[in-house]
């Protein structure tokens, strides 16, 4: 293990979690920031995070900052609320812009940021933590987390999947943006939601000394840990119709769906084994030009049923007898929570990240990888119909206690001595940069 990473106990081996004097005067507030503007991935990673701290801290009151209007179509634990910012999205070329609102960039961003330094001053968090970006989509936090740090009443965590992208990609882009004294500057700690033994960022991204001190591994987010089988959008009675016939079931997940019509379409047109039906699961950002023609693809495949939006896959993962899907971060995390024989066909534009982890997690023999550029139905008739040998268990692998383990972090962080940003010059200022 290296000096970097601290093994945390589950909370089933503690019999207590003590917080300090000063946090017993009122319920512990945390807030919680995704700026999604690509796919509905780090909303429902935070999702699965206050959910679980809202049920293993109570009381807690824990407020979410969300990039998009899609968190509201979630089932919000009891404690839980939601604040949707006017969406962002992400351009093919790269570069942010409005998604519903006709504003130009700077306006929209001014106003995100306005939205969201109120929310904090008003709702005065114990806890900030910020998924992925650390000063924001376009630097949006910035001024959000200058006043926390002026305050000094605030311990703010920044949250990393496992994996960002490759190795040259993440040390430019973390340069560009002030990664590093961003993190100096605001941050008291840094959780990956991974496993160095799979992919330890501290070595493939270099970061400084300093900030790799400040990084906790969770482990990864198990998806099962928090299941409550909610039925939504008929699910349930879905998989009840087909529990009446005989057959098993392959589902296809393609995340959000914004850049998942080539999977879907793929899937829609394979050959299914005679015993075997097949379910898209869309997600709510697939164009409705591509859910069209999936749609006519359906209806030339009666093996085939489409299902456009669940805020929980956990009744489908139950079910599911082979899963094929993109190579999202918690997409992965629930095949591989419920064991399931999956097929992932990782995204790998505009990043590699979705290739790097299938590719880690191939090599361990828990999942299959079919490259993209190889995508085809006879690719995936093939997969469905072949013998598959047994597979490692996961958890003899990897590390999946990630949500068992986030209330010891939280006690961790609210004994430490330091606050975020102490010591540091109040005139100091980040460049302006955008992420």
Same mark, same amino acid.
């Given at each position: 293990?290296?000096?970097?990473?601290?093994?945390?106990?589950?909370?089933?081996?503690?019999?207590?979690?003590?917080?300090?004097?000063?946090?017993?005067?009122?319920?512990?507030?945390?807030?919680?920031?995704?700026?999604?503007?690509?796919?509905?991935?780090?909303?429902?990673?935070?999702?699965?995070?206050?959910?679980?701290?809202?049920?293993? #801290?109570?009381?807690?009151?824990?407020?979410?900052?969300?990039?998009?209007?899609?968190?509201?179509?979630?089932?919000?634990?009891?404690?839980?609320?939601?604040?949707?910012?006017?969406? *962002?999205?992400?351009?093919?070329?790269?570069?942010?812009?409005?998604?519903?609102?006709?504003?130009?960039?700077?306006?929209?961003?001014?106003?995100?940021?306005?939205?969201?330094?109120?929310?904090?001053?008003?709702?005065?968090?114990?806890?900030?933590?910020?998924?992925? +970006?650390?000063?924001?989509?376009?630097?949006? #936090?910035?001024?959000?987390?200058?006043?926390?740090?002026?305050?000094?009443?605030?311990?703010?965590?920044?949250?990393?999947?496992?994996?960002?992208?490759?190795?040259?990609?993440?040390?430019?882009?973390?340069?560009?943006?002030?990664?590093?004294?961003?993190?100096?500057?605001?941050?008291?700690?840094?959780?990956?939601?991974?496993?160095?033994?799979?992919?330890?960022?501290?070595?493939?991204?270099?970061?400084?000394?300093?900030?790799?001190?400040?990084?906790?591994?969770?482990?990864?987010?198990?998806?099962?840990?928090?299941?409550?089988?909610?039925?939504?959008?008929?699910?349930?009675?879905?998989?009840?119709? =087909?529990?009446?016939?005989?057959?098993?079931?392959?589902?296809?997940?393609?995340?959000?769906?914004?850049?998942?019509?080539?999977?879907?379409?793929?899937?829609?047109?394979?050959?299914?084994?005679?015993?075997?039906?097949?379910?898209?699961?869309?997600?709510?950002?697939?164009?409705?030009?591509?859910?069209?023609?999936?749609?006519? *693809?359906?209806?030339?495949?009666?093996?085939?049923?489409?299902?456009?939006?669940?805020?929980?896959?956990?009744? =489908? =993962?139950?079910?599911?007898?082979?899963?094929?899907?993109?190579?999202?971060?918690?997409?992965?995390?629930? +095949?591989?929570?419920?064991?399931?024989?999956?097929? +992932?066909?990782?995204?790998?534009?505009?990043?590699?990240?979705?290739?790097?982890?299938?590719?880690?997690?191939?090599?361990?023999?828990? *999942?299959?990888?079919?490259?993209?550029?190889?995508?085809?139905?006879?690719?995936?008739?093939?997969?469905?119909?072949?013998?598959?040998?047994?597979?490692?268990?996961?958890?003899?692998?990897?590390?999946?206690?990630?949500?068992?383990?986030?209330?010891?972090?939280?006690?961790?962080?609210?004994?430490?001595?330091?606050?975020?940003?102490?010591?540091?010059?109040?005139?100091?200022?980040?460049?302006?940069?955008?992420?």
């Amino acid at each position: 293990m290296m000096d970097h990473q601290m093994a945390v106990a589950p909370l089933s081996d503690r019999q207590s979690l003590e917080w300090p004097v000063g946090m017993r005067l009122r319920k512990l507030r945390i807030a919680l920031y995704s700026h999604d503007t690509m796919g509905i991935g780090h909303m429902r990673r935070n999702l699965l995070i206050a959910e679980t701290l809202a049920q293993e #801290l109570s009381p807690a009151v824990i407020l979410l900052i969300a990039g998009a209007r899609e968190v509201n179509a979630f089932d919000i634990p009891p404690g839980v609320d939601c604040l949707s910012l006017p969406a *962002l999205r992400k351009a093919d070329n790269g570069q942010y812009q409005a998604r519903h609102l006709d504003l130009p960039l700077d306006e929209l961003i001014g106003l995100r940021a306005l939205s969201i330094s109120a929310a904090l001053e008003m709702f005065a968090p114990d806890i900030f933590l910020v998924d992925k +970006v650390p000063r924001g989509a376009v630097n949006e #936090l910035d001024p959000a987390l200058e006043s926390l740090r002026r305050h000094r009443r605030t311990r703010c965590v920044l949250g990393l999947r496992d994996v960002l992208d490759e190795p040259v990609v993440v040390r430019r882009e973390w340069h560009e943006a002030a990664g590093d004294q961003a993190v100096r500057d605001y941050y008291d700690a840094i959780w990956v939601y991974g496993d160095p033994a799979i992919y330890d960022p501290v070595v493939e991204y270099g970061f400084a000394p300093d900030v790799a001190a400040k990084i906790r591994y969770t482990g990864y987010l198990d998806r099962r840990q928090r299941s409550r089988f909610a039925d939504v959008d008929g699910t349930a009675a879905f998989l009840a119709r =087909l529990k009446g016939s005989a057959g098993r079931l392959a589902l296809c997940m393609v995340g959000g769906g914004q850049d998942g019509t080539q999977l879907a379409e793929a899937f829609a047109q394979s050959d299914f084994p005679p015993d075997m039906k097949g379910l898209i699961l869309t997600g709510p950002f697939m164009p409705p030009e591509a859910q069209q023609r999936l749609e006519r *693809l359906a209806v030339a495949n009666p093996r085939v049923h489409i299902i456009p939006f669940v805020a929980d896959t956990c009744l =489908l =993962l139950e079910r599911a007898d082979r899963v094929i899907t993109m190579g999202g971060y918690n997409s992965v995390c629930e +095949v591989l929570s419920y064991g399931k024989a999956a097929l +992932v066909v990782p995204r790998v534009q505009p990043r590699q990240e979705q290739l790097i982890r299938a590719e880690r997690l191939r090599d361990l023999g828990l *999942l299959d990888l079919l490259h993209p550029q190889n995508l085809n139905p006879c690719a995936l008739t093939e997969w469905l119909s072949r013998d598959l040998p047994p597979r490692p268990r996961a958890r003899e692998h990897i590390d999946l206690n990630g949500l068992a383990n986030l209330p010891s972090l939280l006690a961790e962080l609210l004994d430490a001595p330091s606050w975020c940003g102490r010591g540091l010059r109040p005139e100091r200022r980040l460049p302006h940069v955008a992420c």
